[in-house]
């Protein structure tokens, strides 16, 4: 007996934040582990590579909201999770373990995140965020990285020849969990865009209303994996680094 379009959309809802999961763990382990191996500190791995890796869900889910539903979907994603990261996954973060916030985020990181924000509302003022408008966003995200990359070097540089030699190497399984990770985040993030479209959409809700909720909380599974093992582990700046540079 064939399953009727509500428990498909479950089922599809349910899969798709199942891979986003699961792509994100092979993800944020693989990318940890090969960037401690170059000699990164735990609160730089979290606001660098780890940010970027578990926000590539919400990339995935706008850019193919976009194209198949429609910009509120990817739009409503984006400012829904970026409310989840600090209200659910700092909450929950901080309620396992205290966290204690680096000077180097607050001062250096926090400010780039905050920045972000006032341009989305600066921006999207008159209704629309066109192309040139793509183009300041890129120049900040650009920015932020280019202070992140400047204090890896000056890590880098006060980095001992004991140091060096007590570092983990490289491994292939790492680079493995990466790629599979990127693959489970793609074919999750599709999921859980058809289900939760359909489920709501046939339900009378707007793309935005879907965007802002079941597809904003699915795409910040990975930031709350992420810092609620690095709490539970007591890598308390992990988990802020994780937040500040995801949003």
Known sequence: MPLGPPLTELLLLAGGAALLYLGAE???????DLALAIGLKAST?????????????????????????????????????NVANIGLVLGVSAMIRPLDISETVLRRHVPFMVLAALLLVGLGWDGRIGALDGIVLLATLVGFTVVIMRRIRQTQSAITD??????PDAKLRDV???????????LGSRWLIDGGQSLLAAAGFSDLFIGLTVLALGTSLPELAASVVAAVRGEAEFSVGNVVGSN
Do not use: H, K, N, Y
Not at 162 to 167: D, F, L, S, T
């Open 45 to 81: 791995v979290g606001v660098t590579v780890v940010a970027f890796a578990t926000t590539t869900p919400e990339l995935f889910v706008s850019l193919l909201g976009a194209i198949t539903v429609s910009t509120d979907t990817g739009l409503g994603a984006i400012v829904g999770s």
């Open 162 to 167: 004991a140091e060096r030699q007590g570092m």
């Open 26 to 32: 092979l993800l944020v382990q693989g990318a940890s």
């Open 176 to 186: 493995a969990a990466v790629g599979g990770g990127l693959v489970a985040l793609v």
